[in-house]
């Protein structure tokens, strides 16, 4: 203990940090979650309504990209403040992780749904047209071959934005939303406390390492070619 | 049955019509081994897609039994195609699954969840395609025969009535391609299985077809039993795939028999007519003298059949092809 008061003289309270770490967790884990449960079916949506595709919706796939490509063509900081009105109407909060959440799934969404159709234009199209030789709906296409063949490619893809969603939570913390970012920011920028900026940094780069090794297990396991 | 009426295709790209297959007539009937063979771009992958309609017709009908298949709305379409079979070039399993899954892919496909049916059924085309060892294997674990094995089981499973082979051997070794076709052979003559079957290589027509079609740039050129085609093409394109079957018979067709003495004459026979001593005894008997100048001996199937050039002199060489053609070899007369 002594130790670590010499080498962090400014932290007093490190059931803080332990706190703003569960904090990150939380809105990493709830977004994500939501990010998946949104972006997968736009992303299939995008895939299957492209040129050449299953069902090619030239007009539908138009509007779909463009909404996509404006969500994520702005800055995640300045997304959150855009969209702190429609932040206080889906969770009655713009603070905290709750008012969190929402600005993270909208900025995260459109970039997974991007990342979905591009492992699933991976498919090999000879799997997609056997299938449709063997009388299989597109429903059951995409259920049992699309989402099955593409899993390795999804699950890379799930390990990024889980990556850039930590990212965003960090940053999410210059607005009161509360983890590690917003420690970093208050103590570690406002305050010139620069042992917490230290520390959380730190924390921030051992979670996106577990991540990323986590996502790569997963990834090879079910990439079988 | 299948039965093409009048049936043509065109792609549109950038805003022109090109045309892919020009009108034709075509019937298959059930139980056969019918072969499509033609050059890469003569329209063949486009021909074999229209008749499970992976490829839509511009123009005409397509019967598959009593069915007009052009006219089904989607789930009857979906309904047909699980009675039509198919297996690819380059296989396209499912690389996720394993062989007992590809296998049982299109009963689950089709609304099939007991497994202990599953289970019975995949062991039933497993053990038929000689792939029961390989079961819990990945497809990427199979070597490229193993894997056209694993496709024509599941091509299989739903008890399909016709069997479509796109190219199925062309990405296979020799001996791999022998086997497969061995195996297709098989398929057809104990399931009673119509089989149509694409390919560029006339030696597979030979060895497993019943009839043959001739595809020229989206054009039908020649069509009928494979011997007759096989024996006596007409078209150009039909004698192009014949010579690269018979290498020696390309290499007489061209040699300066200019320095030969006598008439040069080709004679074919087939079936029975290939295994009596017809030639012997017709020379000795009309005395006439020949010099063989080459000649193959081979199967159409299961249909054996010769063919000699040869070049003959003497007396009794008109009545010498006179019996000749009383004894069932036919006999074209080659001009110099």
Known sequence: ?225 | MIRFVDVHKSYRVDGRDIPALQPFSLDIADGEVFGIIGLSGAGKSTLIRLINLLERPSGGVIFVGDTEMTTLAEPALRAQRRRIGMIFQHFNLLASQTVADNVAFPMRLAGERNAAVLRTRVNELLARVGLTVHADKYPSQLSGGQKQRVGIARALANRPSILLCDEATSALDPQTTASVLELLAEINRELKLTIVLITHEMDVVRRVCDRVAVLDAGMIVEHGAVADVFLHPQHATTRRFVNEALPEEAASELAPFAQVPGRILRLSFRGDTTLTPALGRVARETGIDFNILAGRIDRIKDLPYGQLTLAMQGAGVDAALAALREAGIEIEELSR
């Open chain 1, 1 to 225: 203990m002594n130790m670590l008061q010499t080498l962090f003289p400014n932290i007093d309270d490190w059931g803080e940090i332990g706190r703003a770490c569960i904090d990150t967790l939380l809105m990493l884990g709830g977004s994500l979650a939501l990010t998946i449960l949104i972006g997968l079916p736009l992303g299939v949506l995008l895939y299957l309504t492209g040129k050449g595709q299953l069902r090619p919706m030239p007009k539908l796939y138009a509007i779909t990209s463009l909404l996509v490509n404006i969500l994520r063509s702005v800055p995640f900081i300045i997304l959150m403040i855009v969209l702190m009105p429609v932040t206080y109407f889906l969770v009655g909060t713009k603070l905290g992780i709750r008012g969190a959440i929402p600005p993270l799934v909208i900025g995260a969404a459109p970039f997974f749904a991007r990342l979905v159709e591009t492992a699933l234009r991976e498919v090999q199209q000879g799997v997609i047209e056997a299938s449709q030789a063997m009388g299989a709906s597109l429903w059951q296409i995409v259920r049992h071959v699309l989402l099955p063949e593409a899993r390795g490619g999804l699950f890379a893809g799930v390990t990024v934005t889980a990556i850039a969603l930590v990212g965003y939570t960090a940053m999410g913390g210059a607005i009161g939303s509360g983890g590690l970012g917003d420690l970093a920011y208050r103590y570690g920028y406002l305050s010139y406390k620069s042992d917490y900026m230290l520390v959380t940094v730190a924390l921030l780069v051992v979670l996106v390492q577990l991540l990323q090794m986590l996502g790569d297990r997963i990834v090879t396991r079910y990439k079988r070619r």
